[in-house]
């Protein structure tokens, strides 16, 4: 429930509003404007109705959030947010592009993918320490050893790093490590690592589960909100659909969607939404003109020797055209290249 008080209502009985939410048992939320306050009670909605704030004298208007996402909803908060992120940000007019391998396999490649994605005007570094792999006999990455070479890498760059998580008894050592926590498309829906990410003070990306509507999606995100962490970033990574000609199908159709109805910044994902290096770019344009504020790219030094999904990975060379085309076409948005 949002409720508006009356211009010039006083501090005392904002206050004792905010008392009496509480009372009930509900979260409540205090939204001070330049001319009016804005309340907001969450939680059960028969103890949300026991409140009966529409004749309050102070009360000016009682409406009901709609969304079954309540602090992801721009119902409450309308206006978008931005997501601090180094010397850039993610959200607003910036549109940010975090690049890097698939892994982090040997000092040697990760120093030299760091370098061409930071030549090529990248925001932060991505590379997994844990890989989730559908094989168990797959690489499944360096563990702790990766995580201090990855923030070791970034930091001999000026790179902010974004990596994985996938237990909730790493949350405190990636996080230590990382600039920007991710979880998963396997892990979108485990609930209690999200509950656990929730109660940490860095930005977690949360990718799109393989077969989650959009719904599940947000949904998803009111878990670490409700937890009382704001900066989320959303990511469209593709989802499974009967088409074979692509890894994933890449819903792009997604991205205004969700932008209309949350405030928070929303990534696309064109390596794994599609799995061919050659769609890469052309699907990284579509994504910008969508609305999308940044893309999870895959680069890599030298994708033919890569230990994990080489034949996604842009060269080089490949993303520095990449960036100079959306270097070009932003502006004509509206945007700019972080």
Known sequence: MIITLKPETPSEAADALLARI??????????PGSDQVVLGALGEASAVAELALDTHPHVESVTPILAPYKLVSRELHPHDTVIPLGRSAIGGRDFCVIAGPCAVETP?????????????????????????????????????????????????????????VMEIADVDLVAAHADIVQVGARNMQNFALLKALGRIGKPILLKRGFAARVEDLLLAAEYILAEGNDQVILCERGIRTFETATRNTLDLAAVPYIKSRTHL??????SHGTGLRDLVLPMSLAAAACGADGLLVEVHEDPARA???????????????????????????GRRLA
């Open 22 to 31: 509480l009372d009930k048992g509900l979260r409540a939320l205090h939204m």
């Open 108 to 164: 040697d490649q990760l120093r030299a993918t760091a370098r061409a994605v930071k030549k090529g005007g990248a925001c932060a570094l991505r590379a997994g320490a844990y890989k989730p792999r559908t094989s168990p006999y797959s690489f499944q990455g360096h563990g702790p050893d990766g995580l201090r070479l990855l923030s070791e890498t970034g930091r001999e760059f000026g790179l902010p790093v974004a990596t994985e």
């Open 307 to 333: 230990w994990s999904d080489g034949e996604q990975s842009l060269y080089p060379a490949q993303f520095d055209t990449l960036m100079a085309k959306l270097g070009a076409l932003l502006p004509v948005l």
């Open 265 to 270: 910044p929303v990534l696309v994902d064109p």
